[in-house]
């Protein structure tokens, strides 16, 4: 069973960053897209940024975009959301999430990920 493990979130002030890290136990992420998920209360799951496997091209919401950055690191397993500008509508648990199929880009729909992490609360204040 593949195990994702978030880290990284915590209460920061409107404008801050925070850095999150998600590590897979198995299934080496450079072969499955990664994304970053995230669910505010009373709202549905919402997609944040994704890291394609081929050239590793990058996707993002258009309301995290110039703001938020995704990487990994295969060499650790572990992929990255730095957050920087953050805002109060950022709030949110935020989740990793891995494709379901090895070399097959995913895109922004919650079914194209096969599992997700346990999430992580980022809270804005302003």
């Known amino acids: 069973q593949v195990q994702l493990v978030e880290s990284g979130g915590g209460l920061v002030q409107a404008g801050g960053s925070l850095s999150l890290s998600c590590t897979a136990s198995?299934?080496?992420?450079?072969?499955?897209?990664m994304a970053w998920f995230r669910q505010a209360p009373g709202t549905e799951r919402e997609f944040v940024a994704s890291?394609?496997?081929?050239?590793?091209?990058?996707n993002y919401a258009d309301s995290v975009t110039g703001r938020f950055t995704i990487s990994k690191d295969n060499t650790k397993n572990t992929m990255y959301l730095q957050m920087n500008s953050l805002r109060p509508e950022d709030t949110a648990v935020y989740y990793c999430a891995q494709g379901r199929n090895p070399y097959r880009d995913s895109g922004n729909r919650i079914d194209e990920y096969a599992y997700w992490g346990q999430g992580t609360q980022v809270t804005v204040s302003s």
């Open positions: 890291i394609n496997v081929y050239r590793r091209s990058t």
């Open positions: 198995e299934r080496a992420i450079n072969y499955y897209t």
